[in-house]
């Protein structure tokens, strides 16, 4: 049936041609205003220096995005990358471990707690928000414990090198980490039965039992993943700050996750890209970097994220309807 000459069909398919490129446009649109405003936003250091700041979030969220398109969200990530990167700092300075090693001792760390989030969850069907809440304090509290509430110097060359070295002087390795990062978890996503599963289970996960998938033993290998995306965003940052503590990771969960909705994840599940999730971390990096140009307040700037997180959500759940 026609409706002035446009099907139902075809205003759904240019609704969703608009989601898609909503959160570019965005981002284009915020780049061309500040532009305007400050003088010095276009400058290669500011550029540079906004990828910079962007990597470590556009790394967890990486991992978020496949974690939301499965249906889960995962609310560790911030006391998880502290653990992981306490563990590193730890393993290498206290015990004197090759570096390489302490790096691998971080990761497994990292993956280890995801895998165990994920275990939990799906034999014993605990809501996703509450096992990764309760983790998020007992993984505080063990960087606390293992760091004595201390922050860890010192550090060998190898551990802060992702976050600090630049190639020619001019690329910072963390944003070639996050580049890498990213070209993985696209392939994983599009071109991996783990990728299509998480797709099928965030959209119907009573059709996919029925198609014959183990959820249970996706959901573990979903979080698993999200822990190897947090390890290595803990190797990023304590390279950035050439040091690891126990509450580096403060507020990382919000701002993956506000990451990965304003690039058009849905919330709900099933539907979302990696493409989408990097636009929506520089989307957050333009605007943190613009009002930092503009001198607007720390405490201003908390608000606005916070009401931007809110917006999304909001037209998430009207789509949604």
Do not use: H
């Amino acid at each position: 049936m026609k409706e002035n000459g446009f099907t139902k069909a075809s205003f759904s398919n240019r609704i969703r041609e608009f989601q898609s490129f909503g959160p570019l446009m965005a981002l284009l649109i915020l780049i061309f205003v500040l532009s305007l405003t400050s003088k010095n936003f276009f400058s290669v250091n500011n550029i540079i220096n906004i990828a910079q700041q962007t990597s470590i979030n556009l790394i967890i969220a990486l991992g978020m995005t496949t974690v939301i398109i499965s249906g889960g969200i995962d609310l560790s990530v911030g006391s998880v990358l502290a653990l992981s990167g306490c563990t590193m700092a730890q393993m290498s300075t206290l015990l004197g471990l090759n570096p390489v090693l302490a790096i691998l001792s971080g990761i497994i760390v990292g993956v280890g707690i995801g895998a165990f989030n994920g275990f939990v969850i799906s034999r014993t069907g605990i809501p996703d928000f509450i096992m990764t809440l309760g983790m998020l304090s007992a993984a505080k509290g063990l960087a606390l414990i293992i760091t004595r509430g201390f922050p860890i110097t010192d550090l060998p060359p190898l551990l802060v090198f992702f976050g600090s070295a630049r190639v020619f002087e001019i690329i910072p390795v963390s944003v070639l980490v996050a580049v890498i990062m990213s070209i993985l978890m696209w392939f994983i996503l599009n071109y991996t039965m783990l990728g299509r599963c998480a797709y099928a289970i965030g959209g119907n996960i009573e059709a996919a039992r029925a198609a014959g998938m183990n959820v249970a033993n996706y959901k573990v290998k979903f979080y698993a993943l999200i822990g190897f995306c947090v390890s290595i965003a803990s190797l990023v940052q304590v390279g950035r700050i050439f040091s690891a503590n126990s509450l580096m990771g403060g507020g990382k969960e919000l701002q993956a996750i506000a990451a990965v909705i304003i690039g058009g994840t849905n919330l709900y599940g099933g539907a979302g890209t990696i493409g989408g999730t990097i636009v929506g971390a520089f989307i957050m990096g333009v605007i943190s970097n613009g009002l930092n140009l503009l001198n607007v307040s720390r405490f201003w700037q908390e608000f606005v994220m916070g009401s931007l997180i809110i917006l999304v959500v909001v037209v998430n759940q009207i789509r949604k309807r």
